[in-house]
């Protein structure tokens, strides 16, 4: 983020609450500050993601001092909820708009822990949001809470529009945790050649869909337009590649070992439903905070018209028989799931101990 020096000094720690009442008192009322790409450059990209869509919910969190909610809404869209946990910032932009606009609703409210139902909005606008919660020394622990609860409050089918430098740290985070049920493109955004940012700004569109579909992201970037930085274009499109491999093997019906973190994500469905010939492996504890760790294979039985005596099993399989062809093969497996008279069949064997030194 590029800042001014009195700025910078007013803002040492971006997720820090009193920093940013800091940030706002120093500004002053009645003044807009846009972080990353002004209006004209967005407004296309961004209105075609909206066409013909006026009446739907949108959610702008981390909202700011910015004017972007006022322009979409000026424009006709009037649903629009704006959130900030700046008190500051929530009472100047009232002020500002409550005659004008008076159908924008603005809440003081922590984006990570957001007081809304599961599916109330069609669209969330994040203009440097996520960016501001990805400090280097804070880690992800902040931008994963916020994204579980963006995700939360999105409806199915829902857009979630993120506006972003795109960093190493930030693109990781948004590409693992939209993986699994989501429809991901991304595209630059188009900068004055007067700008005073040597930075480029890039908008990621997430779809939400079904649980446990993956999708490749589709580029957008176009290396050789005037506006684009190349540095910063090559490091986005080098990772999507590398994120697309991933994905295709999910989508390649090869055997993948999956984390506790893809399941939380989606990664093999909704596990409340049945699904008949479901087959997936995963891995349950991970190395520096479990002890033990163990590999699990879940099978849903293919032929649900059985009279199951069970609706789930879970069968540990002895250390000592882990590699006998029953256990270890798929075919195996599937006569164990069959003798088991369950709907559903949890294998799980120990892989290793993790030892610690006390």
Request: net charge neutral; hydrophobic share 45%.
């Amino acid at each position: 983020m590029a800042t001014t020096p009195a700025l910078h000094d007013a803002l040492l720690d971006f997720t820090s609450r009193e920093n940013w009442d800091k940030f706002f008192a120093l500004r002053g009322d009645g003044d807009s500050f846009e972080w990353y790409a002004e209006w004209p450059q967005i407004k296309a990209p961004l209105l075609s993601l909206l066409l013909g869509e006026e009446g739907t919910e949108i959610l702008v969190p981390g909202c700011g001092s910015s004017s972007l909610s006022e322009q979409l809404y000026d424009l006709g869209f009037r649903r629009i909820t704006n959130v900030d946990f700046s008190r500051i910032i929530v009472a100047d932009m009232l002020r500002r708009h409550a005659r004008v606009r008076p159908q924008m609703r603005w809440r003081v409210m922590d984006m990570t822990n957001m007081q809304f139902p599961d599916g109330s909005f069609d669209f969330i606008l994040d203009k440097g949001g996520l960016d501001a919660l990805m400090e280097p020394e804070v880690g992800t622990k902040l931008g994963m809470k916020y994204l579980d609860e963006a995700k939360r409050v999105l409806k199915s089918g829902g857009k979630f529009a993120c506006f972003t430098l795109a960093e190493s740290h930030v693109l990781d985070l948004l590409l693992s945790e939209f993986r699994f049920g989501w429809d991901m493109t991304i595209q630059a955004i188009a900068s004055e050649p007067s700008s005073k940012s040597a930075f480029q700004t890039f908008m990621l569109v997430m779809v939400k869909g079904k649980m446990g579909v993956v999708h490749t992201i589709k580029s957008l970037v176009d290396q050789s337009a005037e506006y684009c930085n190349m540095q910063q274009a090559n490091a986005v499109i080098h990772a999507l590649q590398n994120e697309n491999k991933i994905r295709e093997s999910h989508n390649s019906g090869v055997d993948i070992l999956f984390s506790l973190r893809d399941l939380q994500l989606g990664a093999i469905g909704d596990l409340k439903v049945i699904v008949p010939g479901r087959r997936r492996q995963l891995i349950l504890g991970e190395q520096g905070s479990s002890l033990y760790c163990y590999k699990a294979v879940l099978m849903d039985a293919k032929n649900q018209n059985e009279t199951f005596v069970y609706h789930c099993g879970v069968f540990i399989v002895p250390k000592a028989r882990a590699q006998e062809w029953l256990f270890a093969s798929e075919e195996g497996q599937w006569l164990v799931v069959e003798s088991a008279k369950a709907a559903r069949l949890i294998m799980v064997c120990r892989l290793r101990v993790y030892l610690f030194a006390i």
